[in-house]
Structures are given as C-alpha cells and as structure tokens.
C-alpha cells in the first residue's frame, strides 16, 4: 500500500470507513491508520468523522501523467519524459538527478525539500499546490541567464490569466504576486556555460489551495490562486497550462532572448516607481524602482543615481 493509493480512495471527500479502506487495499486496518497518520504529516488535513470513518477535508485531484499529457495536446510532443510523483525532495533534483538530453518535466504531490533562492524552504504540503519542474538543453542564448526568470514569468502569469485569475504582478526577479501578496516562485538552475550549450531546470512553486495551517513556515505575506479565480481550473488542466508556459518561456528566450518579454514584463512590474530596499551581502540600501533594463537588471535611482541591480543572490523588498 502506497499513501498515494490511499489518497486516491479518499480524494472523493467522501467519509470511508477504516474497514472499507483496509479491505480496499488489501491491508489492516491498523495499517490504514498508520497511513493516515502519515498524510496528516505530510500536511493532509484529515476529518475523523465518529463511528463512521475518515474524509479529506476537502476533495482534491490528483495529479495524473496521462491526463496531464491529454491536456498538453501538441505542446505535449516537445517532452522527452513527463513523470508525476507521490512525494520526492525536490522537483528540480529529480531532474538534476536524471540528466539525459531533450526536455523533459517533473512534478511532485509533495516536497521533503523544496527551495527557493538562496535555497530558502519552499512550503510543500501533499496535494494542495503545484510543484513543477522543467529541464532544457540550450545551446545559446541572447540575454543573461538572470532573465530568463523574468521571461518564465510573464509566460506563467500570462497562462494564469488565461484561465480567470485576477490582480496578478510580477515582483523582480523571481515572484509571482496576486493581490500583492506572493503566490508563487520561480528557480532557475544551470550546468554549462551559456553561449555555449547549458542544461536549464526551471522550477516552479505555486500556491494553489493550501490552507494557513499548513503555511506555518512562511514568512512573508502569501496568497494562494482559488481566492483570485472565479471558478478555479482542476489541478491537471492547471498542470498543463502552466507546463506550457514553461516550455514556450524556454523556448522564445532561447531563440529571441529577452527583448521579446521586456515589454509584456513591464506590464506586470509590481514594484515600478515604488520605494525598494535593495538587500544585498555588504548591507542594504533604499532606493526607487525604475523598471527593468534590456539584460533584465532592475533599474533603481538611488541617491547617488540610477544603478543597475542584478539578481544573483539580491533581495528585493517594497520600503515601507
């Protein structure tokens, strides 16, 4: 018995029975209970209803290959592999991990060790967000490897919106903002030099319906996308929408660079002409956002004038 078929049988919302669930997968029922107990650590919140049996407290989809590739149509064809896991460190060491040529992508239910910049924890609990990565082969590129997160960006902040979400930013150089709060976060990592031949892993967390105790660890102000959708997307056709925004952010920047996302950037700029504090190693310092420069530096007139800011391993914050 694996917690993924147990997910599956509960994933309905429907109360079952501790005997239904054991008999269901061929265990005890003391073995379904150290299963669910297992969930619960993982952040599956459970409802233990009396004398009938347990219930997620809310249904949830699954996320399938099969239907993910369905729903990808000829998009689908530009991936070498697509693999869905149960529980796994983190997407983007899977695919670190598998090498091999051509695109190929990885999503997860659950992450033991999911990052951000600077190797930040990301909050990864079972099933109530989107944790995907996509790994690339480049042979040359026309902008910094620093704009490609921009580029990803717009692609994916673009696919939402197609799908109803609303009040979307983008806030430099990595975060996706829905009412002004973080909704998601983008992690490039490369091996090999660009403007020679580099492999890309593109990753992406995005809060899709996690609730605040399963956000505990999180830090900062956060949002999660159902409460900016009027009638939200089933987790795999949101998989897929945001798979293929991955792959045509790879791909345009790629073969055109960044010029052609400078503008649709700029668009979504949800720090432009604000106040910023710009955090780096040697101390921090305060200054205006002034849009972003054609390699994708940000733009920031400090007293002393106008600098260029790269990301690298730079924090931004809006100045109070």
Known sequence: MTIGNLMRLLSDGEVHSGEQLGEALGVSRAAVWKQLKKLEALGVELVAVKGRGYRLAAPIELLDEDTIR??????????????????????????????GPGMTACLAEYQSAGRGRARRPWASPFGANLYVSLAADVSSTRAPLGALSLAVGVCVIEALRDIGAQDLALKWPN?????????GGILIEHRGELGARARLIVGLGLNVSM???????????????????????????????????????????????????????????????????????????????????????????????????????VSLRLAS
């Open 175 to 183: 975060d996706i903002w829905a009412d002004g709060d973080k909704l």
């Open 211 to 313: 609730d605040r105790a399963q956000a505990e660890s999180i830090d900062q102000p956060w949002t999660r996308l159902i409460d900016h959708l009027p009638t939200p997307p089933g987790r795999n056709q949101l998989a897929a929408a945001v798979l293929e925004a991955l792959i045509q952010a790879v791909d345009g920047f790629e073969q055109q660079g960044f010029e052609t996302f400078r503008e649709r950037w700029q668009a979504f700029d949800a720090v432009r002409d604000k106040p910023v504090r710009v955090i780096e190693s040697r101390g921090e310092r305060v200054g205006i956002a002034r849009g972003i420069a054609a390699d994708g530096a940000l733009q920031v007139e400090f007293e002393s004038g106008m600098q260029s800011v790269y990301s690298g391993d």
């Open 70 to 99: 369905s729903a990808l149509g000829e998009v689908g064809a530009r991936l070498n592999g697509l693999s869905v896991h149960e529980r796994i460190d983190s997407t983007n060491a899977e695919l670190a991990r598998q090498g």
